[in-house]
């Protein structure tokens, strides 16, 4: 069973704590996050604001925080002083800041002063205009917040009169009535609903859309509330984030206590549903609240490539200084020379002082060389390339409506980088859509055989379902599965059935996408247990004795119990479009004839010995008449029909001959497959069951009530304190619920403590993990006879669970209970006490819980199917061709992990298995050495033939080999003593060699192990050499470390995936956390940095806008450190021509405005829409993932090629107009004039070079920024007079220009500046293509199975 | 009420900044080629087989425009002479031995030179420096441009920038700054000796060697060009030169700020080795050469101090033609850059031939 299931589920499960009683929190917590904090000592107490202590309110309430939120940083006022005081924070802005006062010294000043500050003014203002937008925008939004209205009690209006949410207080009383929004953190004090209860829907905090109940405060709904008269104080914790936790206690003024839950809080920003006008007092308001503190700003962390751009960063630091030193030595040496010139200005100063003087100055020139800039552009990148990711219509959902949400916002080229993927199972891989597929009852398993066709139809109907309409369907489903039905091997469920359909499932659900699909609510029964199960209710003893003689009263008493079990231990909701949520109907149960089955029950379940099929109750038929007369005969025909049916099949085999043979019987067959579609087509038999819908927080939960509606014991409403089951026989009873037992992942069960209807007997019925429900199962201590039947009981269904187990279902255990009155009294006690305590009430109720789980009688065990979601393995695939290794760590059992690891195709049956569970540390040091070995001995090409040699004694075995298509005989895959045998796959050398590898699955106790230092480098090393790892039963906590591990031992990119609260940890501590929204509500979401809602968008993500974000990214800081070296260079040139004294040959301006405007837009454009490789290639040859990040030198030798293209660059661009213009009367501007067009042509034609794609965008932008250089220059050359002393641009651009001399140095400068990197393209492209061609001519590489059926090892 | 209120929302940290603000239902992204990235897309794959085309084309055109430039710039005549006297031979080396800014004896020097070929068209006159760094930082700022366009007040109060040579005894200098101290201020003149001996002046026009936008936007005179000596009253000239700058010449339109060599002088040159106009000599109407091949003698009023930073003064006859002086460079540079770029295409070819069936069909990318 999956231990961590539970887990999962906590948090939700404790949402709707539908329940009196608190709820347990474990004693590790699965998360810092919700660790529960002591609150003793911080507390708030909260009073009536209108209330009769009005002067004690006051002094209370001054310190808490009146509702009114403000999320803005800034005020008008404070705008400038503190964006600039946060934007000075940042080192590139204090860099700017530095150069611009460093201009100001008078010895090293370079530029006229205002032209420094242009930098820094620019970046302050982009930055402080994006700022102020933003928080604008979060203004408008408070706003809009706090103007929303809501009716609170005034004294003076002795009414609920409208008041804005801003004006509500702790402590006032706030009516609210259906479809309206909760204003803050409320204690439901009074409901319209009778029983006290509330709906609410908490979709706006954490994206869940089914109802959670909450209940008038205990002791509060019997009295009639009076604003007025509230007198009571309420002592509760003081604000925290902790959305499931909320405790305190009431207390009034006589000093009684009623203690506080989390079901008494209404939540600000949830809505009401399902009630008429509920009142509450407010506790939290404002940024109190518990849904504002959960609001965390987006996430923050650091690429790879940016800290690797730290190092390139750095080196360009290193190379300033080389120059700036350089122009100092020169400027010192240059001066030492001469003797007085007369174009030495100034006083005399000395060589060394001055040299020094130039270094500074030198700074300021070639300030650009600092690429400072790109901080600022790489983060304009990023919005751009997150706006493109949040836009791709292939990762968005239809059903969901959800596109992906981007929450990191500066972590998108990391996604290709990623090494490893460690997934979650279940929800990730799978769908979490829970569909019961078969159960054990009494060690007779009913494998449902027509249930698991049904779903194979769906899979089959796929292809079908493009042609077929949908509301033909299920007339038509109807037929097909009756014909296919004939031709079904039995034999063979095929993991097809493990593959979802999605699709078509999905649009079915789509309108409410929480509520169960109808496959999971179409259970076909077994007709086995059908068959025994009308026994109870069979008009004549002929026909019972015929159907059920193996079956004794004994077991039909199990099977009773199992299904209302189903029915009642969950916490499902029960809704139904028909009739209103909150009114319980009338019982109206058949007295007379239940009291027959009630008697029945007291003698199986009070003796229940001997076993014996002696007692047929006489008086079924006057039972059975009963039924009829009251008009029942929807409920009754069928169990009738299906008696018939069986009576004509008793084995499958036979039925499906039948069907064949026997025409008339086909029409039965329908009509026993669905016996509610058959019951509603009898004229005037309104069934209510078809219109009853569960709502359930875990899907599996829901597949249960399903399931056992369809056996007829349907739960038709829940309140409270009762439920309500229809029973077989057509009654309906109320079943009084004393408690619930909620899950947690310590006990990791349920149960409920219900007063038996029939019996009138206290009883447990728990449903749980099969590992902890077995050993708390004991057969009853009494008659041998007894012990026989209960141990073979036990046997026959621990053999059940193993088999679901290896199909990849999920099991659940059954058990139950009677309680005597006096032993229950005494454990009442205890429960009251710990419910009633404050302080530490997880760990009574925990203690508390487990006294009462013990000794229980097994009743059986369920499998439940969870369908693999579409696409998973084509997406496993392309991932390990894209050399990405998939870990799976999972709570799951070992086999039902292998098995969806079959099914997913991240094992191929002929890859060698090495399993580990080892029960010390010593042992698994052994073993994992012993893997080592054999896994480095291990020759992959060899593995059609070779098998490693033998199997290893230790407790792990490696297994080579699993059953291929139709050999349901060979042994699991794993379990069992350790097997030799070599791989069952034909012949050796089939196709292609199928690079077959090691796959290590390992258990929670072995990895616990294995992860502690001393084996963790064996283990790194062992899991290195294979080709993927599978955890099962692995905790929270162990995904995490498993994670670490690999992230900071091998320094690999990790990315991980999950979508539960047990995956919250692990998505944190990987570098890439992709949370996928599902089933299980927000947890994971919320803390990823990436939201998908399905797994196989992690095929695009990674393999398309990974690699495009990160060449993109790569590409783009390459080009703009060789843009910024090429023209900061070409100033470095012609210090060697002005004696090092920092002059500059361009305009001061037009050098300033080189980078920062016209030069600046190209390379965003590159960065965010470059794409080197298209869409359909990315996709379809994923080894260009691996490509791009095996190729980590890329960076930095690619970073020293363009250094050196620069450099060369910059010579050309300078010494050609040098030689050309060398002893000629050009003037100073003059000369900088040609250098600086043909930079730009050159910067701007080099980014054409290297572009792989270029739009009309491109064009467009890289006419914009020549236009806009020379339209500047042209304007300055026009019009500048004395505008910018002491250079002089008047008319130097127009005689430029009007000169051929000036084109002709242009266009030769550019050519040969380009010529080396468009060779240099040329020849890498004629042979780095063949590489391409390779991939695109020979088939997959690596990773995938060769093409067997995807049926995997299947074992029925 | 508020039905599309959303906690998620509420404020402004979940999902993208200024992406977010979608409606709840909905969300599907616009199917637009932009937002799906799927703009038509010139992909340039740059392989031997593409871009062989373009290294023969860039070849075919770069060698005759080489040639072409290499021609024209061979047409022109150029000559030139150093007049330094460094050397004791030279006829200036006295001159060049005792120098002073302020001496009030000129000392002129005259030097012979043989045309061997005539100059046809226009002959422009320069003076070259060499080792002259115009273009130091703080010598290139040394300058005033609001005062050299007339601004009166800062004739009298001139930049900062100007220091130290703003002030001169309490008095405003008028041109302010170092370049304008650093003027060149050799007389040059030119004769053409006769086959029978006698010395012919030749005209050396003044006028129309500074860019029109400098003589007549740039620079002005305070106060008009009315009367300079009042303009300039109440200012000193700048320390080096012996006559103020209303003194500069007797023609009042070339005069003052607006003075062609003071204009040219004021434009820094780039290079430490540079040239500047000096005078033009118009070509004459009648078919007779603008310079005839012959003797001439350039006669020197030696005023300008370079052997303090082992500066070389020249001067330098050239015509021009349309690209300017003469200067072979570029002409080989073209023809260079256009056989390597040939030379480079052939190379592609053999690459192109070698590989060039495979990228045909390896052409995936597209």
């Known amino acids: 069973m999956e231990q961590l299931h539970w887990v999962r589920f906590r948090c939700q499960q404790l949402w709707a704590a539908n329940h009196t009683q608190g709820w347990y929190s474990p004693p590790r917590p699965v998360s810092d996050k919700y660790s529960p904090q002591r609150s003793a000592g911080k507390r708030r107490t909260v009073l009536a604001r209108w209330g009769p202590h009005q002067d004690e309110y006051h002094s209370i309430s001054k310190a808490y925080k009146g509702n009114a939120i403000r999320t803005t940083k800034y005020s008008l006022l404070t705008f400038i002083p503190m964006n600039l005081f946060q934007q000075f924070h940042r080192a590139a802005n204090l860099y700017f800041l530095f150069l611009a006062l460093l201009n100001w010294v008078p010895v090293v000043e370079a530029f006229q002063k205002e032209i420094t500050m242009i930098p820094l003014v620019l970046v302050l203002t982009v930055i402080a205009i994006k700022d102020a937008l933003e928080d604008y925008r979060r203004y408008v939004f408070d706003k809009k917040i706090n103007h929303n209205t809501t009716k609170v009690y005034c004294t003076k209006e002795r009414d609920y009169i409208d008041c804005c949410w801003k004006d509500v207080h702790v402590g006032d009383f706030v009516r609210l009535s259906c479809n309206e929004i909760i204003p803050a953190d409320m204690l439901l004090l009074h409901s319209s609903d009778p029983r006290g209860l509330c709906y609410i829907e908490t979709a706006n905090l954490d994206g869940e859309t089914n109802l959670k109940q909450r209940e008038v405060v205990s002791k509060m709904e019997e009295m009639e509330f009076v604003p007025e008269d509230f007198h009571w104080r309420i002592e509760c914790e003081n604000p925290n984030n902790n959305l499931c936790r909320f405790r305190g206690y009431m207390e009034n003024p006589s000093g009684a206590r009623v203690g506080l839950h989390n079901s008494n809080l209404l939540l600000r920003s949830c809505i009401i549903r399902n009630s008429e006008a509920v009142v509450g007092i407010v506790v939290y308001a404002g940024h109190e609240t518990k849904a504002m503190m959960n609001n965390s700003g987006p996430r923050y962390k650091r690429s790879l490539l940016e800290r690797q751009l730290n190092t390139d960063v750095l080196w360009c630091v290193l190379l300033l200084i080389v120059m700036c030193l350089t122009a100092a030595i020169g400027h010192g040496i240059w001066l030492k020379q001469l003797k007085n010139p007369i174009f030495e200005v100034g006083e005399e100063t000395s060589p060394a002082l001055a040299g020094f003087y130039v270094f500074w100055t030198m700074i300021i020139v070639l300030q650009v060389l600092i690429p400072i800039s790109l901080y600022v552009s790489i983060e304009i990148v990023k919005l751009g390339q997150i706006y493109f990711i949040h836009n791709d219509v292939d990762l968005y959902n239809e059903h969901t409506d959800s596109r992906i949400q981007c929450r990191a916002l500066n972590i998108t080229e990391d996604l290709g980088q990623v090494q490893y993927v460690f997934s979650d199972k279940t929800g990730t891989l799978t769908e979490n859509k829970m569909v019961f597929r078969r159960c054990s009852v009494y060690g007779v398993e009913y494998p449902h055989y027509d249930n698991g066709r049904r779903l194979e139809v769906y899979s089959a109907d796929k292809e079908e379902a493009g042609r077929c309409s949908l509301t033909p369907r299920s007339s038509s489903r109807r037929k097909s599965l009756s014909c296919r039905s004939l031709s079904c091997n039995h034999s063979s469920v095929s993991l097809n059935t493990l593959t979802a359909d999605s699709e078509e499932e999905e649009e079915l659900s789509c309108t409410s996408q929480c509520r169960p699909s109808a496959l999971a609510k179409e259970v076909v029964p077994d007709c086995e247990l059908v068959t025994k199960l009308s026994w109870l209710c069979a008009p004549d003893l002929n026909v019972a004795h015929s159907c059920a003689k193996a079956s004794s009263s004994l077991e039909l008493a199990f099977i009773t119990d199992f299904f209302l079990t189903l029915a009642i231990c969950n916490s499902v909701v029960v809704s139904s479009p028909a009739q209103s949520l909150n009114v319980l109907p009338q019982a109206q149960t058949p007295l007379r004839s239940l009291e027959e089955i009630k008697l029945m029950f007291q003698r199986f379940n009070l003796s229940a010995l001997p076993a014996l099929p002696t007692l047929p109750p006489p008086l079924k038929s006057s039972l059975a008449s009963k039924i009829f007369t009251q008009g029942k005969t929807g409920s009754f025909t069928v169990p009738k029909l299906a008696a018939e049916g069986c009576d004509q099949t008793p084995n499958p085999e036979h039925f499906s001959v039948n069907g064949v043979m026997d025409a008339p019987g086909e029409e039965e067959v329908p009509k026993l497959m669905f016996p509610e579609a058959a019951a509603s087509e009898d004229a005037g038999a309104v069934e209510p069951e078809d219109t009853v819908l569960y709502e359930a927080e875990s899907p599996d939960e829901a597949a249960l009530v399903y399931a056992s509606r369809a056996y007829h014991m349907t739960l038709k409403a829940r309140s409270a304190d009762s439920l309500q089951v229809e029973l077989p026989t057509g009654g309906t009873v109320q079943v009084p619920l004393l408690h619930v037992l909620p899950f947690d992942s310590n006990r990791k069960r349920m149960s409920v403590v219900v007063r038996h209807p029939l019996t009138g007997q206290v009883v447990v019925y728990t449903k749980g993990a099969d590992s902890v429900l077995m050993d708390l199962t004991r057969s009853p201590t009494g008659l041998q006879l007894a012990q026989n039947v209960y141990s073979h009981i036990r046997l026959q269904t621990q053999k059940h669970l193993d088999s679901y187990a290896r199909e990849g279902l999920r099991t659940l255990c059954i058990a139950t209970k009677t309680l005597e009155e006096e032993e229950y009294e005494v454990w009442l006690k205890t429960q009251l006490l710990a419910e009633s305590s404050i302080e530490n009430r997880e760990e009574l109720l925990l203690r508390s819980a487990q006294a009462l789980e013990t000794n229980l009688t097994l009743l059986g065990a369920t499998g439940i199917l969870d369908r693999l979601q579409e696409e998973v393995s084509e997406t496993i695939e392309a991932l390990q061709r894209a050399d990405v290794k998939v870990w799976i760590l999972t709570g799951d059992k070992q086999e039902t992990a292998i098995n969806i690891a079959f099914a997913c195709k991240l094992l191929c049956p002929s890859d060698q298995l090495l399993t580990a569970n080892c029960e010390d540390k010593e042992s698994c040091a052994v073993l994992v050495q012993d893997f080592l070995h054999r896994v480095t001995c291990y020759v992959p090409d060899d593995s059609g033939t070779g098998s490693p040699s033998t199997g290893s004694p230790s407790t792990g075995s490696p297994t080579t080999g699993s059953p291929s298509t139709g050999s349901p005989s060979t042994g699991p895959p794993s379990t069992g003593p350790p097997s030799t045998g070599p791989p069952s796959t034909g012949p050796p050398s089939t196709g292609p060699p199928s690079r077959a590898g090691s796959v290590l699955v390992i258990d929670g106790h072995t990895l616990d192990w294995a992860l502690q230092p001393e084996l963790q480098g064996d283990f790194l090393e062992l899991s290195k050499h294979c080709k993927a790892v599978i955890c099962c039963r692995s905790t929270p906590l162990q995904k995490s470390q498993v994670v670490r591990l690999v992230r900071d031992k091998l320094k690999v990119m990790t990315l991980a995936v999950g979508d539960g609260a047990n995956d919250v940890s692990m998505i944190q501590v990987a570098d890439v956390g992709v949370g996928i929204s599902g089933q299980e509500g927000m947890q994971a979401v919320m803390s990823s940095d990436f939201a998908i809602s399905r797994f196989k968008h992690l095929r695009k993500l990674l393999l398309v806008h990974g690699h495009w974000c990160y060449t993109r990214l790569a590409n783009m800081i390459l080009y703009f450190i060789y843009k910024n070296v090429m023209y900061v260079n070409l100033l470095f040139w012609y210090q060697f021509f002005c004696g090092f004294s920092g002059n500059v040959m361009t305009n001061a301006w037009v050098l300033i405005l080189f980078n920062l405007i016209f030069t600046s837009v190209p390379p965003l454009i590159y960065g965010v829409l470059d794409q080197d490789t298209p869409v359909d290639v990315l996709m379809a040859h994923p080894e260009f993932y691996q490509r791009t990040r095996t190729s980590k030198d890329y960076v930095s030798l690619m970073f020293w090629l363009n250094i050196l293209d620069a450099f060369y660059q910059s010579l050309v661009c300078f010494f050609i107009p040098y030689f050309a213009y060398r002893d000629s009367d050009i003037g100073e501007l003059s000369f900088g004039s040609p250098i600086n067009s043909s930079a730009l042509f050159i910067i701007l034609l080099h980014q054409v070079v290297e572009s792989h794609t270029l739009t009309w965008i491109h064009g467009l932008v890289f006419l914009l920024s020549a236009g806009s250089y020379f339209a500047f220059v042209l304007l300055l050359s026009v019009f500048c007079v004395t505008c910018s002393p002491p250079t002089n641009p008047l008319g130097v651009e127009t005689m430029q220009m009007s000169q051929p001399a000036f084109y002709l140095v242009c266009i030769l400068t550019t050519v040969t500046a380009l010529l080396p990197r468009l060779m240099f393209l040329a020849l890498k492209n004629s042979v780095t293509v063949r590489g391409a061609e390779q991939w695109s001519h020979s088939p997959s590489v690596r990773g995938s199975c060769p093409d067997v059926e995807p049926t995997g090892p299947v074992l029925s | ?366």
């Not at chain 2, 932009?34 to 740059?46: S, T, V, Y």
């Not at chain 2, 075919?60 to 031979?89: H, K, M, Q």
């Not at chain 2, 004769?191 to 001996?197: E, T």
Request: one cysteine or more; charged letters at 15%; glycine letters at 8%.
């Open chain 2, 1 to 366: 009420m508020a039905s599309g209120y959303n906690a998620k929302e509420e404020d402004g940290h979940i999902g993208v900044v200024g992406l977010g603000g979608a409606s709840l239902r909905g969300r599907k992204p616009e199917n637009t080629a932009f937002k799906q990235q799927r703009l038509p897309a010139w992909q340039p794959i740059l392989t031997a087989g593409s871009v062989l085309p373009a290294f023969f084309i860039i070849g075919l055109i770069f060698i005759p425009i080489g040639i072409g430039l290499y021609v024209t710039s061979n047409n022109i005549r150029e000559f030139e002479i150093d007049y330094t006297g460094v050397e004791v031979s030279s006829p200036c080396y006295n001159c060049a031995q005792n120098f002073s800014w302020h001496s009030t004896t000129p000392c002129t020097c005259s030097i012979q030179f043989y045309l061997h070929q005539a100059y046809e068209s226009n002959v422009f006159m320069y003076y070259g420096l060499s080792n002259f760094y115009q273009n130091h930082r703080r010598y290139v700022k040394s300058r005033d441009d609001s005062q050299l366009n007339g601004d009166i007040s800062s004739l009298t109060k001139p930049s900062k920038e100007c220091e130290p040579y703003a002030n001169h005894d309490h008095k405003p200098i008028a041109p302010c700054g170092a370049i304008a101290n650093s003027m060149f201020n050799d007389t040059l003149e030119l004769f053409y000796i006769d086959p029978n001996g006698t010395r012919v002046p030749v005209a050396l026009s003044s006028t129309g060697i500074a860019w029109w936008t400098d003589k007549h936007v740039k620079f002005r005179n305070p106060g008009g060009s009315t009367n300079l000596t009042a303009a300039f009253q109440g200012t000193v000239k700048p320390v080096n030169w012996r006559h103020p700058v209303y003194e500069l010449d007797t023609d009042p339109e070339n005069n003052g700020f607006i003075n062609e060599d003071f204009i040219v002088w004021m434009r820094t040159a780039a290079l430490p080795t540079f040239r500047k106009l000096y005078r033009v000599i118009q070509k004459k109407n009648n078919m007779a050469p603008t310079l005839p091949r012959g003797n001439y003698s350039l006669q020197v009023q030696y005023n300008f101090p370079v052997r303090s930073f082992e500066g070389r003064k020249r001067v330098i006859l050239s015509t021009i033609s349309w690209m300017g002086g003469k200067n072979p460079f570029l002409g080989i540079a073209y023809v260079t850059v256009g056989s390597v770029c040939f030379f480079l295409g052939v190379v592609l070819l053999f690459i192109h031939h070698k590989y060039g069936n495979r990228t045909n069909n390896a052409d995936i990318t597209n």
